[in-house]
């Protein structure tokens, strides 16, 4: 585990060295080259932020009207016949939103249920194998102005319940 | 997505109302406000970094070597996109930087390789199967090693956090392919009903 976080930790400053060596080996300007490709990124950023804006006020509000809370309650009593933790079940909800809310649910859940737990280990494969799906879709459409998605929402909401559903089975068959 | 946004806001209105926390849910609207701006600022910070080292990669003639060697497996899924296409590149390094859990790097190289297939798009307002597949694939997350949630694990006391390491790439691999599967059942499905 040592060595797979030593090699992570050098990976980023590994590849810059590289990038910048290369660069100069081929004789490019690295400097010039490097400020006329960062120039872009203010532009694309302003392009997303309105996107942004509109997937964080869903997710703050949705948070705060109490729905979450209700919605996390259903979600309790249909987890009891399953034998499935419902702590489970807000990670599930949150981690399409919201990274930073994910995080601190999962905290909440080691904090009190323990690091060893059913429930803590569900959560984290979760965690692991789930992605800000909102949020990605949001940033990488509205970086280039896609207003027509066709079926793209429906795929990722589905494709998201399945991998969750496969996250809390594979849990369930190997502890 | 309008129909989601729609459906969110009007139920978190309604919940607030019911639940009393009106107050709460405007107090909200503007944190979302706050904090959208704070994470652009460190997106602006961040995205410019990379487009500015994958710009000397390109400069350099790197980037077309890099297309040159991942290009025949990137076309095995994405069979659209022509070959050296500079969508190549962006798409294989978005995913790289995926599966090694850069998610600093892996936001604005997305956005670089929806920029590249946006220009193989013939109705701009319109998406494309090769960026559905795109996005669907780094929607279900191919991370290989998650790290925060390991570290945190180790942080509150587990016995051996690295036990989720298996489940959590299985789970990621499985769960990959299927969002692909139904990604392509969709489209059969739509283009019988079309």
Redesign the interface.
């Known amino acids: ?1 040592r060595v ?2 030593l090699l ?1 930790q050098y ?2 400053p590994a ?2 060295l590289f ?2 060596v ?2 100069f ?2 004789k ?1 300007r ?1 400097y010039d ?10 532009g ?2 302003m392009g ?2 309105p996107y ?3 997937i ?12 979450h809370d ?1 919605l996390k309650r259903m979600f309790s009593l249909a987890s009891g016949p399953l034998q499935i933790p419902p702590e489970v079940f807000s990670i599930a909800i949150v981690k399409p939103f919201s990274n930073a809310a994910s ?1 601190g649910i ?2 909440e859940i ?2 009190t249920t ?3 737990s059913l429930g ?2 569900a959560a ?10 909102f949020y ?2 949001a ?3 509205g ?14 909401i ?3 319940i ?2 969750i559903i ?2 809390i089975t ?2 369930k068959l ?1 502890f | 997505m309008n129909a989601i946004w729609l459906l969110v806001i009007c139920i978190s209105v309604l919940f607030s109302a019911v639940s009393g926390r009106i107050d709460e849910f405007t107090k909200a609207m503007f944190e979302a406000g706050k904090a959208a701006v704070e994470v652009c600022l460190y997106l602006v910070g961040i995205v410019s970094l990379w487009l500015g080292l994958t710009k000397i990669l390109e400069d350099s003639g790197l980037i077309y070597k890099l297309s040159n060697f991942f290009g025949a497996a990137i076309s095995l899924l994405f069979r659209n996109i022509p070959k050296g296409h500079p969508s190549i590149t962006s798409i294989t390094l978005n995913l790289l930087a995926n599966l090694f859990g850069l998610g600093n790097a892996a936001t604005p190289l997305g956005i670089r390789a929806m920029e590249d297939l946006q220009t193989l798009n013939n109705r701009p307002d319109e998406i494309t199967f090769e960026m559905m597949l795109f996005i669907v694939i780094n929607t279900s997350s191919i991370q290989l090693v998650p790290f925060t949630v390991i570290g945190l694990l180790a942080n509150y006391g587990s016995s051996n956090p690295n036990v989720i390491i298996l489940p959590t790439l299985v789970a990621t691999f499985i769960s990959s392919a299927t969002a692909v599967g139904i990604l392509f059942l969709f489209k059969k499905f739509n283009r019988r009903a079309g």
Do not use: H, Q, R, W
Request: proline share 1%; charged share 15%; glycine share 8%.
């Open positions: 585990m797979i976080n992570c990976l980023i590849f810059v990038t910048v290369y660069g080996v081929k490019v690295v080259s490097f400020v006329s490709g960062a120039k872009d990124g203010i694309i950023i997303i932020f942004v804006l509109a964080f006020i869903v997710v703050k509000t949705f948070e705060a009207s109490g729905a209700f995080l999962f905290t080691l904090k323990g690091a060893d803590s280990i984290a494969v979760i965690m692991g194998s789930a992605e800000t799906t990605v879709l940033v990488y459409l970086s280039i102005g896609i207003k027509k998605t066709k079926y793209l929402v429906p795929v990722c589905t494709a998201d399945m991998g496969i996250a594979l849990v190997m």
